[in-house]
């Protein structure tokens, strides 16, 4: 598809380790996890408002185990290495949005984790450490995210790693800010 950024098609997904986390490759085992955090009405509250189904979540980890071997990065699982427990979900995507300012290829940036996960820095965390990898292995591409208004803690993850407000745009209706680093 012509304008998305790629990468090699056999890309394999690096670990990437920080003080806390290990950013690792999706499995089919962590899909009991992954649908109860994108069935979770405080995860998806800013995500389209709406519980996943379990279809659409066995279709999310393929997607994100797909972008690697299509672009060459994608999406990590979050595991909390002192416990081992996959916690969510951080990474890059092309997704082809129907939205101004087009981000086509450009890097997309985003994250989810479980809400046991939240208040902890975690999200800032895995942010850091993808966007530390993404300016390492594909310097040069813009990485931007989208975040509802109405979600200040994404906002605040976003700042600390870098973005500042780009653009403000609507995305299926609903207002969306547009970050860039």
Known sequence: ??????GSPDASVPVIETA????????????????????DPAVVRHIGGRAFTAEEVWKRLLQYRGFWSLLGYGYWAVEEKASGRY?????????????????????ECGWVLSPQA??????????????????AQRPGLPVVCIISPENPASVRVAEKAGFALWQQ????????????R
């Open 87 to 107: 916690i969510g979900d951080v990474g890059f995507a092309d997704l082809a949005r129907d939205l101004q300012p087009s981000l086509r290829g450009m890097l």
């Open 20 to 39: 806390r986390l290990r950013l690792r490759a999706h499995r089919a085992d962590d899909y009991a996890i992954c649908q109860a955090i994108w069935s």
């Open 169 to 180: 745009s609507t995305y299926h209706d609903s207002p969306t800010l547009v970050f860039k």
């Open 118 to 135: 939240h208040g902890k820095g975690y999200a800032s965390e895995a942010v850091l450490a993808a966007c530390a990898w993404a300016d």
């Open 1 to 6: 598809m012509a304008g998305i950024a790629a």
